[in-house]
């Protein structure tokens, strides 16, 4: 069973409304970033010890529907 690389979000008529790519740390199945689909990080993630998240952090995403 492989990693999760991206999330596709589809509106009501099926069309492609919001694409999430995920960046892993190395061969593990800890995230590092997650970003939209221009490349965009929208949240990073930040380990202390191996495979367990110590931070999120969050990008400002307010304009993403202007």
Do not use: C
């Amino acid at each position: 069973m492989g990693r999760r690389i991206s999330k596709t979000q589809f509106n009501h008529t099926g069309s492609t409304q919001e694409v999430t790519q995920f960046t892993y740390k190395g061969d593990t199945w800890a995230i590092t970033e997650e970003s939209d689909g221009s490349g965009n990080a929208t949240k990073s993630y930040t380990f202390l010890y191996p495979n367990r998240q110590f931070e999120s952090t969050s990008y400002d995403r307010s304009d993403r529907y202007k």
